[in-house]
């Protein structure tokens, strides 16, 4: 974004002045309307109040190193290895390019927007600058690629917890790990594999998009929302959100590890948006009640003639109305 430090300036939402913008930033008058002209076209409201100055209108929520990391549990930090970039083809792409095999540290890419934003099954992601949350976290795992299954239902659980200590309810989960509210889908993940060092030990992405402000979305083909919409009292801000994300996550990549998705059955299932309700398998190969997770995090269905799992993988799943 270039009209970052001029935003920061306005951010407070008072009317200031071109003289004393310009002063701020160490440039003319004409550069500061220039600037402005800008920052409306990135999509910010600016007003000019004539003879006073200008005045943001719409909210700022800008990213911030700093204030994510603070959000961070503090054991985690010093392992953390944070970019914040403004603007990325996608947070999945750009870790996948720099993921450092056998390193300690934990990379974590966050972009304020997304060019190539990816959705599961090929889908595209819809990433708007300024509005959501685009974080991609690498992590390492011992257990082969079987990990996956698991760990993508575990992810799920993980952001719930992060959204609901920030004062979210109602957050459910679709299997296998969409994050949904009663009024539609709030966020996604996508956990892709970067590659198995030596045997058995696999590196993974686990890319999160959470819709936080935003209120408007072209060619979405399902029912959204997004935290500022349905909370409209709370004020989010994305660098909360990334820090008590990566906590979470990090608390839950740890317990997998060592025990494995035992304790993550319930909290799934306790979340679980079809609970009771008449699914298919997309495709039409299976049909029947949604009846939770099994031990291993396969879905399951009960289609009169018994229980039928559903093995986590490409198969979505969606309510038959
Ligand atoms: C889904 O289809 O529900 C998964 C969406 C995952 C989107 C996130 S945004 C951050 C990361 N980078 C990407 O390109 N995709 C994931």
């Known amino acids: ?17 071109g003289e004393y ?3 701020q930033l160490g440039v003319s008058r004409t550069a500061v309307w220039k600037q402005i002209r800008r920052a409306m076209e990135e999509g910010f409201v600016i007003e000019t109040i004539r003879g006073r100055g200008y005045q943001l209108v719409s909210n700022v929520d800008l990213l911030d190193a700093g204030e994510i990391i603070d959000g961070i549990a503090e054991d985690y930090r010093p392992r953390i290895d944070l970019r914040v970039l403004d603007q990325v083809d996608s947070t999945n792409a750009e870790l996948a390019r720099e993921f450092q095999a056998g390193s300690d540290s934990i ?24 509005e ?6 690498g992590l390492t795992f011992h257990g082969g690629f079987s990990v996956l299954d698991g760990l993508s239902l575990v992810l799920g659980v993980a952001v719930a917890n992060a959204l609901e200590s920030l004062g979210a309810d109602d957050i459910g989960l679709k299997w296998p790990n969409d994050i949904f509210l009663p009024s539609g889908k709030l966020g996604g993940i996508l956990v892709e594999l970067q590659g198995e060092l030596q045997e058995g030990v696999v590196q993974v992405i686990c ?32 660098n909360l959100i990334a820090g008590a994300i990566i906590s979470a996550v990090l608390d839950a990549a740890h317990e997998f590890s060592e025990r494995g998705f035992v304790d993550f059955r319930e909290p799934w299932q306790r979340r679980d948006i079809f609970m009771g309700k008449k699914i298919s398998a997309r495709g039409g190969e299976a049909a029947g009640t949604g009846a939770g997770i099994d031990q291993g995090g396969n879905y399951l269905l009960d289609t009169g003639d018994g229980i039928v799992p559903v093995r986590a993988g490409e198969i979505s799943l969606r309510e038959v109305k």
Request: net charge positive; aromatic share 6%; proline share 4%.
């Open 1 to 17: 974004m270039k009209s970052k430090a001029l935003i920061a300036l306005l951010s407070d939402g008072l009317v200031h002045s």
């Open 21 to 23: 913008l310009a002063g």
């Open 107 to 130: 990379p974590v890419v966050i972009a304020d927007c997304q060019t190539e934003g990816r959705g599961r099954r090929g889908r595209t992601w819809q990433s708007p600058r300024g």
């Open 132 to 137: 959501n949350l685009y974080l991609s976290m």
């Open 207 to 238: 890319g999160i998009g959470i819709n936080v402000h935003m209120s408007a979305a072209g060619n979405v083909d399902q029912a959204w929302d997004s935290l500022s919409r349905a909370f409209p009292r709370h004020e989010w801000s994305r």
